[in-house]
């Protein structure tokens, strides 16, 4: 098996900067010797284009989106190269990147799904948050709901790239989500498996989420956000205290869906290394569970 690993220093769709230095720190704890050594074929692509949060005062609900707009096609193109002859490791950055990821899966594979592991829905719009945060909004982008922007939703000329069907979300946290986001969720029939779930049975649960998800190819998204923020302090959100899975709980779901034959790559979003450095085992422990992650394949 051939994983090519791509890193996404981009926090222009994120809450400030710090996110775009998370593929460096991932490298600096040992990611790609931790990935090497487990038998597979590793290629290390490299960094696509740095872009930085900046406060966009001429668009403040939608703040930088030209920049992810680039930022999409150009992950895109470097994912859909990846998937010629493997599966791809995509090191975020900000949770846009599974716009990206999604993309190039409809350019190889005719359709994309998505398995989003996260505390939140990211099902906002311009009109329903005045956060302005594109992260927050990545997956109401992907399906193309009212409100979304059209600029981002078809940035590659396929929109929407996923149907209700091919979303399904693992470790969502009710408290997390906006009453806009509850209402999509129940109009467009989506499928959550919950926090409770991952945490109790980790693996159960992702299996729980594959089934749900339509048959065919799919990519998994992982907001470090998910993690106890005790358990972890990585994530550019600090409010996951106390709740959700911790690392080692994290990698029992990850595995289950890498194993998977149609499991073509992994993208990871929102990690924060100045948060990290509360904990200086938090991201050497994640770059460790990220290596079994890959063996299990």
Same mark, same amino acid.
């Given at each position: 098996?051939?994983?090519?690993?791509?890193?996404?220093?981009?926090?222009? !769709?994120?809450?400030?900067?710090?996110?775009?230095?998370?593929?460096?720190?991932?490298?600096?704890?040992?990611?790609?010797?931790?990935?090497?050594?487990?038998?597979?074929?590793?290629?290390?692509?490299?960094?696509?284009?740095?872009?930085?949060?900046?406060?966009?005062?001429?668009?403040?609900?939608?703040?930088?989106?030209?920049?992810?707009?680039?930022?999409?096609?150009?992950?895109?193109?470097?994912?859909?190269?990846?998937?010629?002859?493997?599966?791809?490791?995509?090191?975020?950055?900000?949770?846009?990147?599974?716009?990206?990821?999604?993309?190039?899966?409809?350019?190889?594979?005719?359709?994309?799904?998505?398995?989003?592991?996260?505390?939140?829905?990211?099902?906002?719009?311009?009109?329903?948050?005045?956060?302005?945060?594109?992260?927050?909004? !990545?997956?109401?982008?992907?399906?193309?709901?009212?409100?979304?922007?059209?600029?981002?939703?078809?940035?590659?000329?396929?929109?929407?790239?996923?149907?209700?069907?091919?979303?399904?979300?693992? !470790?969502?946290?009710?408290?997390?989500?906006?009453?806009?986001?509850?209402?999509?969720?129940?109009?467009?029939?989506?499928?959550?498996?919950?926090?409770?779930?991952?945490?109790?049975?980790?693996?159960?649960?992702?299996?729980?989420?594959?089934?749900?998800?339509?048959?065919?190819?799919?990519?998994?998204?992982?907001?470090?956000?998910?993690?106890?923020?005790?358990?972890?302090?990585?994530?550019?959100?600090?409010?996951?205290?106390?709740?959700?899975?911790?690392?080692?709980?994290?990698?029992?779901?990850?595995?289950?869906?890498?194993?998977?034959?149609?499991?073509?790559?992994?993208?990871?979003?929102?990690?924060?290394?100045?948060?990290?450095?509360?904990?200086?085992?938090?991201?050497?422990?994640?770059?460790?569970?990220?290596?079994?992650?890959?063996?299990?394949?």
């Amino acid at each position: 098996m051939r994983v090519t690993v791509i890193g996404v220093p981009d926090s222009a !769709g994120a809450y400030g900067v710090g996110v775009e230095r998370a593929p460096a720190a991932l490298r600096e704890a040992g990611l790609i010797d931790a990935l090497e050594a487990t038998g597979r074929d590793i290629v290390d692509a490299g960094d696509l284009t740095e872009r930085s949060w900046t406060p966009d005062r001429e668009s403040p609900l939608l703040q930088n989106v030209d920049q992810e707009i680039l930022a999409m096609r150009e992950l895109a193109d470097a994912v859909a190269a990846g998937l010629d002859d493997g599966r791809v490791l995509v090191l975020g950055g900000a949770c846009t990147v599974a716009l990206g990821v999604c993309a190039a899966l409809v350019e190889r594979e005719g359709r994309a799904r998505l398995v989003y592991v996260d505390r939140h829905l990211d099902l906002n719009t311009p009109h329903s948050t005045r956060e302005g945060s594109l992260s927050w909004m !990545g997956m109401a982008h992907a399906l193309a709901v009212d409100g979304a922007a059209e600029g981002l939703a078809n940035a590659t000329g396929h929109a929407p790239l996923l149907s209700p069907a091919d979303l399904v979300y693992l !470790g969502h946290e009710p408290m997390a989500s906006t009453e806009g986001e509850r209402e999509a969720v129940e109009e467009l029939g989506l499928i959550v498996v919950s926090q409770e779930a991952l945490v109790e049975q980790p693996a159960d649960a992702a299996r729980a989420a594959r089934t749900a998800l339509s048959e065919g190819p799919f990519a998994v998204h992982l907001d470090v956000d998910v993690l106890d923020f005790l358990d972890a302090p990585i994530a550019e959100n600090v409010n996951g205290r106390n709740s959700g899975p911790t690392i080692e709980q994290l990698g029992r779901a990850l595995a289950e869906l890498w194993r998977d034959p149609d499991c073509r790559g992994l993208s990871i979003g929102q990690l924060d290394p100045a948060h990290a450095r509360a904990d200086p085992s938090a991201i050497p422990r994640l770059v460790a569970m990220l290596g079994e992650v890959v063996a299990a394949g």
